[in-house]
């Protein structure tokens, strides 16, 4: 089992920047290729980012891309979302999860654990 924990979020104001944290916990730890997501309310949970095992593979959905950076520290079990740029279609929680290693990297289906998430508030 994997314990991810989230912090980082807040409230900002239109193109403001955060940067999300998910630390990992567990007797599972490890080096997992991780990904973020988002749900905003009343809206399906959305593909934010995923990065590679290594750091150096990264992808982004086209609604984030040249705004937000993913990115991962192995030593510390930590991958981060720089968020600039934000605007107030960015507000959702936030969370990441451990991916399961296939071929799918943008549908939630694909990740097995999750964390709690975290609130992010941009107004306009």
């Known amino acids: 089992q994997v314990q991810l924990v989230e912090s980082g979020g807040g409230l900002v104001q239109a193109g403001g920047s955060l940067r999300l944290s998910c630390a990992q916990a567990g007797r599972a730890s490890g080096i997992y290729r991780m990904g973020w997501f988002r749900q905003a309310p009343g809206k399906e949970r959305e593909f934010v980012a995923h990065?590679?095992?290594?750091?150096?593979?990264?992808f982004y959905a086209d609604s984030v891309k040249g705004r937000f950076t993913i990115s991962r520290d192995s030593a510390k079990n930590t991958v981060y979302l720089q968020m600039n740029s934000l605007k107030p279609e960015d507000t959702a929680v936030y969370s990441c999860a451990v991916h399961n290693g296939g071929p799918e990297i943008t549908m939630a289906r694909a990740y097995i654990y999750w964390g709690q998430g975290t609130q992010v508030t941009v107004s306009s």
């Open positions: 990065v590679a095992y290594r750091g150096d593979v990264t």
